[in-house]
């Protein structure tokens, strides 16, 4: 593991140090509550690495072993605040918290998320084959216990974005997204005769929405957050059912980095909804000849 590490802990658990914010991040958000050496009580803090956590061995043992600890992942991320490695679980985990940066042990930053996600586990490179195979589970299990905390909180904008983002943390483990989170849905739409007009319904029940036109509490409609799934088939059937490709968000959405008066097209771009991106392109060109 990286010795800067242990050192910044080191130093931020002394007070000869603290987490800061970048400037950049001050511009965008104000000024936020660092953490301080009174957080990291040594006597109630305990450090997950993964290299020395999981067992890193070759032989039949420790590979038993170690596919053991990576199912139990889970588990720990659920019981910890603070974390060390792992942006992806820092992000997944039911509450919210402190993700710093030690690129130089005496300056330990504050990190904040701006807009899209982490890198994609997935999309990674592994020593084992067997380990990526576990990945995708892992990592959706994390997603469904992150979209009830949500639901549980009320936080519905939040979940919405999770809902609709969760193909990006799941690319490349080869493992599907579930929309199906909140239960008792039901259409008079046949989905044989109205593919579109079917998931439409799905799509407005799955989000909360109550119609096309409605928005929730930070400005967003339905297509505002359908562009996040990159799914054409879902966008060109909520434009058959009058949706508008022009729609806008009204409102400054900070914890995503998306100022007022953002267009579809801006937030499917913020996002990487390329396939979304392209399809509005073919559109546009259809119109002007």
Request: charged letters at 25%; aromatic letters at 10%; hydrophobic letters at 40%.
């Amino acid at each position: 593991t990286d010795a800067r590490r242990p050192v910044g802990k080191r130093n931020i658990m002394s007070g000869a140090s603290r987490g800061s914010l970048s400037p950049a991040i001050e511009l965008w958000f104000g000024r936020l509550k660092c953490p301080t050496a009174a957080d990291f009580d040594a006597t109630k803090l305990y450090i997950w690495y993964d290299y020395f956590c999981i067992q890193q061995g070759r032989n039949t043992s420790a590979v038993a072993d170690r596919q053991l600890a990576i199912k139990s992942i889970p588990s720990y991320i659920s019981q910890c605040f603070f974390f060390l490695l792992e942006r992806v679980a820092r992000d997944l985990t039911r509450t919210d918290g402190y993700t710093i940066s030690v690129e130089v042990a005496s300056r330990p930053a504050l990190v904040r998320q701006l807009g899209g996600i982490s890198a994609a586990p997935g999309k990674g490179s592994f020593s084992f084959q067997e380990d990526e195979e576990k990945m995708g589970p892992v990592i959706s299990r994390m997603i469904w216990s992150k979209l009830h905390a949500f639901l549980i909180k009320r936080e519905y904008p939040k979940y919405r974005m999770m809902l609709n983002l969760q193909h990006q943390y799941l690319a490349g483990t080869g493992v599907d997204a579930t929309y199906n989170v909140v239960p008792n849905f039901s259409t008079e739409v046949d989905p044989f005769t109205d593919p579109a007009g079917f998931v439409v319904a799905r799509f407005l029940h799955d989000n909360g929405f109550k119609n096309i036109e409605d928005r929730d509490e930070d400005g967003w409609s339905p297509m505002c957050c359908a562009v996040l799934r990159d799914d054409t088939f879902l966008v060109e059937s909520l434009l058959k059912s009058r949706a508008d490709a022009n729609e806008v968000a009204t409102k400054e959405k900070k914890d995503a980095h998306i100022s007022k008066k953002s267009s579809v097209l801006s937030i499917a771009s913020i996002f990487s909804s390329n396939k979304v991106l392209f399809s509005f392109c073919q559109c546009t060109t259809t119109l002007l000849q």
